[in-house]
């Protein structure tokens, strides 16, 4: 399966600080990263957005250096493909989805 993948739904797998609800299903999507045959697109600010919620969440010590470390390694083992052509997309410069 394939799927699209964003930096707050990445995120809110990480941190507890949204409804139980919304974690639970952040969650199970970063838990089915895990099965060889899914796969996430996700968009060319994606690792930018990720990296920078951990460091701000680890300069206001909400995450240990060994949680950000475990979860980084978690996503560097998972299949995890930046869409190359969503800048230009976006801009109207290249095919569009709809």
């Known amino acids: 399966m394939n799927f699209v993948l964003d930096a707050s739904v990445t995120m809110t797998g990480l941190l507890g600080d949204s409804r139980p609800a919304d974690r639970a ?7 089915s990263l895990k099965q060889a ?6 968009p060319v600010t994606w690792s930018l957005e990720v990296s920078n919620v951990i460091a701000l969440a680890e300069a206001q010590q909400l995450l240990a250096e060994a949680q950000s470390e475990a979860f980084l390694e978690m996503l560097s083992s998972a299949s995890i ?18």
């Open 25 to 31: 299903c952040a969650q199970d999507v970063l838990e």
């Open 37 to 42: 045959d899914n796969h996430a697109e996700v």
């Open 81 to 98: 493909r930046a869409d190359g052509a969503t800048f230009a997309q976006a801009l109207g410069k290249g095919k569009t989805l709809l």
